[in-house]
């Protein structure tokens, strides 16, 4: 049984399309998060969630809105996908947002946007 | 900016011997440390932890190191097995609100 699991697993798109990842978590915990891991393999944070309120929102473009229906769920919307959005997405989850706290990470979302 | 440096790429050992995986900082706000180990095709998953109240912490055959007044850290496996053959990700935060910075990753291979 998956913890965190977030689909589709690949993701291949054009330019300009609007696409949405859907990521959920079965551990109960309150904070989930999205790292991009682009093409030097930096894992960067993008946003993280804690009961569903936005704590977390380093400089990425507006064009990526998350949705956080409820603390089980943070689904990434990206409006007007450009090249520069390929990379893959992980999603995380963790107990609390404190940091230092060991994150649960999704298996990815390879986004290729032609 | 990197603030968390690995900068071995990669490291192949012998079955049986010790792999050093070396993680530098230059943030002296950072007093967690930790580290996770990549399989291609899944997400990180977490593999130890440090507070840099400590410098030493150990979990089976992974010990990490730390030594706050060079900005290092270093995760042993001792001894190695095939099955640690993988990308290896350090990454710090400090205490509150603060979101995990991750370095670059080392691929670590074991050959048999």
């Known amino acids: 049984d998956t913890a965190v699991s977030q689909t589709p697993k690949y993701l291949v798109t054009q330019m300009g399309n609007d696409k949405s990842i859907k990521c959920e978590q079965n551990l109960g915990h309150d904070t989930m998060y999205w790292y991009k891991q682009d093409s030097k393999k930096f894992l960067k944070i993008m946003f993280s969630y804690n009961n569903k309120e936005l704590i977390i929102n380093e400089t990425v473009p507006n064009r990526f809105s998350p949705k956080s229906p409820d603390k089980a769920h943070l689904n990434l919307h990206i409006n007007s996908l450009e090249l520069g959005d390929s990379a893959v997405y992980f999603c995380a989850s963790s107990q609390d947002s404190e940091g230092g706290e060991k994150l649960f990470f999704g298996s990815g979302t390879q986004l290729s946007v032609l | 900016d990197q603030q968390v440096k690995q900068n071995s790429p990669s490291l192949s050992v012998q079955e049986g011997r010790i792999s050093i995986l070396n993680c530098d900082y230059t943030?002296?706000?950072?007093?967690?440390f930790l580290w996770y180990k990549k399989y291609p095709a899944e997400g990180p998953t977490f593999l130890i932890s440090?507070?840099?109240?400590?410098d030493k912490n150990e979990d089976g055959r992974f010990t990490v190191f730390l030594n706050k007044s060079a900005k290092h850290l270093s995760l042993h496996i001792v001894p190695s097995q095939p099955g640690d053959s993988a990308v290896y990700f350090c990454?710090?935060?400090?205490?509150?609100?603060?979101?995990?910075?991750f370095g670059k990753g080392t691929r670590l291979s074991v050959i048999a």
């Open positions: 943030n002296s706000m950072f007093d967690y």
């Open positions: 440090i507070s840099s109240i400590k």
């Open positions: 990454a710090a935060c400090y205490s509150g609100n603060t979101p995990l910075v």
